[in-house]
Nanobody
């Protein structure tokens, strides 16, 4: 059974930084692409960032490009989201997710490509 556990959220001020961490277990982590998504109150879930299984390929939503960085440690079975220059519009529950199929080279932002999801961690950015 795959488990994804996010941590690192919190309440920060605009311009601050946070690093989200997602610890994975249950199948060979290094074989699967990972993604971060977020959902703000009253809004649809949206793609934030993705990384492929080998960490060579990454993809970002335009709204976070240049501010957020996704990375992974295939020894620690962990994926990270470094968030810099946070804005109030970044306020949301952030979820990590694991791709359905192994060894996909292209990182994807389509949530249907992801089979497993964490419980989420709240990020609140005050102005």
């Amino acid at each position: 059974q795959v488990q994804l556990v996010e941590s690192g959220g919190g309440l920060v001020q605009a311009g601050d930084s946070l690093r989200l961490v997602c610890a994975a277990s249950g199948r060979t982590f290094s074989a699967y692409g990972m993604g971060w998504f977020r959902q703000a109150p009253g809004k649809e879930r949206e793609f934030v960032a993705a990384i492929n299984w080998s960490a060579i390929g990454t993809a970002y939503a335009d709204s976070v490009k240049g501010r957020f960085t996704i990375s992974r440690d295939n020894v620690k079975n962990t994926v990270y989201l470094q968030m810099n220059s946070l804005k109030p519009e970044d306020t949301a529950v952030y979820y990590c997710a694991q791709r359905r199929n192994p060894r996909n080279w292209a990182p994807r932002g389509d949530p249907d490509e992801y089979a497993y999801w964490g419980q989420g961690t709240q990020v609140t950015v005050s102005s």
